[in-house]
T-cell receptor, first 117, second 114 residues
Framework: DAGVTQSPTHLIKTRGQQVTLRCSPK?????VSWYQQALGQGPQFIFQ???????QRGNFPDRFSGHQFPNYSSELNVNALLLGDSALYLC????????????????FGPGTRLTVL | AQSVTQLDSQVPVFEEAPVELRCNYS??????LFWYVQYPNQGLQLLLK??????LVKGINGFEAEFNKSQTSFHLRKPSVHISDTAEYFC????????????FGSGTRLLVRP
C-alpha cells in the first residue's frame, strides 16, 4: 500500500519566482493538508483540501494557494517567493471513511525541501 | 489562542535508560492528541494517538503516552531507549471544534548516547 508521495524532493528557486509542489494521498484517503516546516521548528498548517475545495486555511498569505484534483491528489502553489519561504513542505492525507475521527489521523509524506535564493 | 508547548528542546539520555518527553496544550476543550517522530531529512511518522477511550496509549517502537485532561498534558515515555530512537519528536493537537488542522509543538530532540 503506497503511502503519501510528494514531488519533487528538492527544489531551488530565486526570489520572485513561482513554485508548484505536488502530493498524492495514501490510498483510500480523500483529504489533503499542507504544512510548512521551517528549520528547527514544528510544522505550521497552511490549508486543507476536501472534495476539491479549500476546507480550512491557516495564517498564510494569499501567495499560497492550492488545488485538489478529482483523484484526490493536490498541488501547492507559492507565488512571488521570498527568502522566508525556504522550508520543508509537508503534505498529509486523511479521511476517506465515515466519521470525524478518520479526518484527524493524518499521514505525512517525505516532504519537499524548498530553498529560495 | 490554541497552542502546544514542548518544554524541552533537547533531551540527552544514555542508551537503555528511560525517557519522558513532555507536552502540554492550552485548552481543556476536548482534543485529539498525537506524537510524531521525524528522522533527519524525512517526513513525520505517527508514533501514537489518543482519540478516545483509555488515557494510556501504546504506540510503535515501545513508546506510550498518557492523556491527563486536568493537567492538559500528553507526555511521551519509553522505559528503555535505543540509539536508533535518536530523532526529533513532535506533539500535535487537534481541537474538537470542527477544526481538522493539527497544531504542533516546537519539537524535542531526543539524543541517545551509548
Amino acid at each position: 500500500d503506497a503511502g503519501v508521495t510528494q514531488s519533487p524532493t528538492h527544489l531551488i528557486k530565486t526570489r520572485g519566482q513561482q513554485v508548484t509542489l505536488r502530493c498524492s494521498p495514501k490510498s483510500g484517503h480523500d483529504t489533503v493538508s499542507w504544512y510548512q516546516q521551517a528549520l528547527g521548528q514544528g510544522p505550521q498548517f497552511i490549508f486543507q483540501y476536501y472534495e476539491e475545495e479549500e476546507r480550512q486555511r491557516g495564517n498564510f498569505p494569499d501567495r499560497f494557494s492550492g488545488h485538489q484534483f478529482p483523484n484526490y491528489s493536490s498541488e501547492l502553489n507559492v507565488n512571488a517567493l521570498l527568502l522566508g519561504d525556504s522550508a520543508l513542505y509537508l503534505c498529509a492525507s486523511s479521511g476517506g471513511t465515515s466519521g470525524r475521527l478518520s479526518y484527524n489521523e493524518q499521514f505525512f509524506g517525505p516532504g519537499t525541501r524548498l530553498t529560495v535564493l | 489562542a490554541q497552542s502546544v508547548t514542548q518544554l524541552d528542546s533537547q533531551v540527552p539520555v544514555f542508551e537503555e535508560a528511560p525517557v519522558e518527553l513532555r507536552c502540554n496544550y492550552s485548552s481543556s476543550v476536548s482534543v485529539y492528541l498525537f506524537w510524531y517522530v521525524q528522522y533527519p531529512n524525512q517526513g513525520l511518522q505517527l508514533l501514537l494517538k489518543y482519540l478516545s477511550g483509555s488515557t494510556l496509549v501504546k504506540g510503535i517502537n515501545g513508546f506510550e503516552a498518557e492523556f491527563n485532561k486536568s493537567q492538559t498534558s500528553f507526555h511521551l515515555r519509553k522505559p528503555s531507549v535505543h540509539i536508533s530512537d535518536t530523532a526529533e519528536y513532535f506533539c500535535a493537537v487537534s481541537w474538537m471544534d470542527s477544526s481538522y488542522k493539527l497544531i504542533f509543538g516546537s519539537g524535542t530532540r531526543l539524543l541517545v548516547r551509548p
